[in-house]
């Protein structure tokens, strides 16, 4: 009989972090400048103007951050790579001391029993491909791709799980439609071609990777179940256009090879023809995918918001977190089952999941965050229930290790199982970690207690 109260075998249990998030010391040993170091300068942009200057200081902490890793039992670590420290100008020549640093991690990683979970890339963007126009620049997928094919070759003997990017959604909407991220455009024009490109280096990087990658690799997207205010067919049309831009804008593109209709309808006039032969690349197939969770929206229809005509519906009487996302388990749960009916049977990961919450102070030396164990406990649940009614999840991630630097808001959200003072960099796990310890310990068994 299936034990119902645990994880399938092996199941990989780990915590996620990135690399601008936590490292500090951008410019350190020949890095060059990322979009979100110069974005940072720029006043009003960031909370309290805050930057990852300092941030964890996990560049010049990480001996001992892979040891706080080992004492919460961590069996898997997903970070992020800085490409602006690997390839200081994007391109061209690499830096050995940025990618010993990365080695050296996965070592002590391997040393430590901890599996690597790579990302190429979580957002920080070179300067200098930044300046020829970033991702709306078509030329992005083969920067990418060399990159990629650098980092493979550095780690191969050191990594076996890979994914190429991180929540490709965010880096168009935030960066290229509202601006509130780098390169902080504004551009119906743009966002679909940095979409575009997004997907064309995605799937250029996978096939680099076959071409001499070991192991696996994957994509990371994040993922938010729409709901429809009421039963108008106009909430509806409202909650499908919103769904086709946010949750199928690259999915179908990489499991279907087409893009969502209603993107052509929401762009209108700036919606471009894509090559066929674009569309045939970013099929190339792909081991898993990784799904970043954090909440759902209710939407309804809005003539008086372009281009979407759609506007979210507050829902005044549920819980929030402090990024003012609803906490709603069971959409984790849609989601995971979603994905499987839409696009197949692939293997996924829960790549991110976790909340912002103020911290309780601590109590001798004890910080309760009772409300991020009932996060975890509550969305640990939904995706048992979702792996029994068949959904392939082969691991978890809580997001994150450590408070960090949320970006626009800076350091005003904590999202840690670690708590970090940011004052003396003193790290404290917070009873949220102990408490992941044990679902790890136990295999899942303790979220039914
Ligand atoms: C996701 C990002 C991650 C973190 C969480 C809260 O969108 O991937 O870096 O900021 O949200």
């Not at 490292?23 to 909370?47: K, Q, T, V």
């Not at 997004?198 to 990658?213: I, K, T, Y």
């Not at 429809?228 to 067919?233: D, F, P, T």
């Not at 759902?296 to 507050?314: I, T």
């Amino acid at each position: 009989m299936m034990d119902n109260t645990r994880f399938p075998e092996n199941f990989l249990w780990g915590a996620a972090t990135s690399a601008y998030q936590i490292e500090g010391s951008p410019l350190a040993d020949g890095a060059g400048p990322s979009n979100w170091h110069r974005f940072c300068r720029i006043p009003g942009a960031i909370h309290n103007g805050d930057t990852g200057d300092v941030a964890c200081d996990h560049y010049r902490r990480w001996v001992d951050d892979v040891r706080l890793m080992k004492e919460l039992g961590l069996k898997a670590y997903r970070f992020s790579i800085a490409w602006s420290r690997a390839l200081p100008d994007g391109r061209g020549k690499p830096s050995e001391k940025g990618l010993d640093f990365y080695r050296n991690l996965a070592d002590a990683l391997a040393t430590n029993g901890i599996e690597p979970f790579v990302t190429l890339h979580h957002w920080d963007l070179p300067t200098a491909l930044d300046d020829l126009g970033g991702w709306a620049n078509r030329d992005s997928a083969h920067w990418f791709a060399d990159y990629a094919h650098l980092i493979f070759r550095a780690l191969e003997d050191r990594v076996r799980y890979w994914t190429t990017l991180n929540e490709p959604w965010v880096i168009v909407d935030a960066g290229y439609m509202h601006g509130v991220h780098p390169p902080g455009i504004k551009s119906l024009e743009k966002a679909p071609l940095a979409a575009h490109n997004l997907l064309r280096a995605h799937a250029s990087a996978v096939q680099a990777f076959r071409a001499d990658g070991k192991g696996q690799i994957g994509l990371v997207v994040n993922l938010e179940p729409k709901y429809a205010a009421s039963n108008a067919l106009e909430d509806a049309a409202a909650m499908a256009r919103t769904h086709a831009y946010m949750n199928r804008q690259f999915l179908d593109p990489v499991f279907l090879g087409a893009y969502p209709d209603e993107l052509a309808e929401i762009f209108g006039r700036d919606w471009p023809r894509f090559p066929e032969d674009d569309l045939k690349l970013i099929q190339e197939p792909i081991d898993f995918l990784g799904i970043n969770y954090y909440t759902r929206s209710v939407v309804r229809s809005d003539p008086s918001s372009p281009p979407f005509y759609a506007s979210p519906v507050p829902q005044a009487n549920a819980e929030h977190t402090e990024m003012n996302w609803e906490v709603f388990p069971d959409g984790l749960k849609s989601c995971l089952l979603w994905v499987k009916r839409r696009y197949g049977d692939v293997p996924l990961y829960v790549t991110e999941n976790g909340a912002a919450l103020a911290d309780s102070a601590s109590r001798e030396g004890r910080i309760d965050d009772v409300r991020r164990i009932d996060y975890f406990r509550t969305h640990l649940r939904a995706a048992q229930e979702a792996i029994q009614q068949g959904a392939n999840l082969k691991g978890y991630f809580a997001w994150s290790l450590l408070d960090n630097f949320e970006w626009a808001c800076g350091f005003s959200k904590r999202f840690g199982l670690v708590q970090v003072d940011y004052a003396t960099q003193e790290r404290t796990p917070k009873a949220s970690g102990w408490f992941y310890r044990q679902v790890i310990e136990s295999n899942g068994a303790v979220i039914w207690d």
